[in-house]
């Protein structure tokens, strides 16, 4: 069974709501470092202080303050047998970079699932999001910036990972269960 995973997907897609499922069914850990940072800048860390401004933003940390964060993550025991990466990699310095951590302990990538909906869909979620959980990046006009962010700088990451034939996508609209049997399916398949 597949073991390391990554979902990607634009902003408002559900990767959160699937990574939480998915880990528990497949008994890996969801690693989101969106979850990361929101916990370090609640909690005042100086990660938090160096992410805070980038995320109130919609623009993406810096590639290094990331990185080290992930590899640090990544070397915990409970991410040795396996582990599913929501919101990392969103570069391609960061493709990189993880392609590094894991030759170096010898692992590979067994998927990458890309949950898709559309524009109006997610724009919609965000907000509705906004009202009950009052995220600082959660504004119409950041939410459209994240939108824009992730299409110019994440959505090409969706080709590399085609081209090593380990791309699987999967239509994000739907109920939660409908969805993660989904990704189930084709993680499987
Ligand atoms: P969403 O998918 O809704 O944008 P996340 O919780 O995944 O939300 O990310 C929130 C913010 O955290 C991003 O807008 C960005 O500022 C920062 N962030 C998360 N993951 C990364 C990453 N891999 N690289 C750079 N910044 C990141």
Do not use: C, W
Not at 102 to 129: F, K, M, N, P, Q
Not at 155 to 163: A, G, H, V
């Amino acid at each position: 069974m597949t073991k390391r995973i990554i979902l990607i997907g634009p902003p408002g897609a559900g990767k959160g709501t699937q990574a939480a499922k998915l880990s528990s069914t497949l008994s890996i850990p969801a690693i989101s470092t969106g979850d990361i940072f929101r916990a370090n800048v609640k909690g005042e860390t100086e990660l938090g202080k160096k992410a805070k401004r980038y995320m109130d933003a919609g623009e993406y940390v810096p590639d290094e303050v990331t990185n080290s964060m992930v590899a640090d993550r990544l070397q915990q025991d409970d991410a040795k047998e396996g582990f599913l990466l929501d919101g990392y990699p969103r570069t391609e310095a960061q493709v990189n970079e993880l392609d590094k951590m894991l030759e170096a302990a010898g692992h590979s990538l067994d998927a990458v699932v890309e949950l898709t909906a559309d524009t109006d869909e997610i724009v919609g979620r965000l907000l509705a999001r906004a009202q009950t959980e009052g995220r600082s990046d959660d504004t119409e006009d950041v939410i459209r910036h994240r939108m824009d962010v992730y299409e110019e700088q994440t959505q090409p990451l969706t080709d590399i990972y085609r081209r090593r034939g380990l791309l699987r996508q999967v239509d994000g609209l739907g109920e939660i269960d409908a969805i993660t049997e989904r990704i189930m399916k084709v993680l499987e398949g």
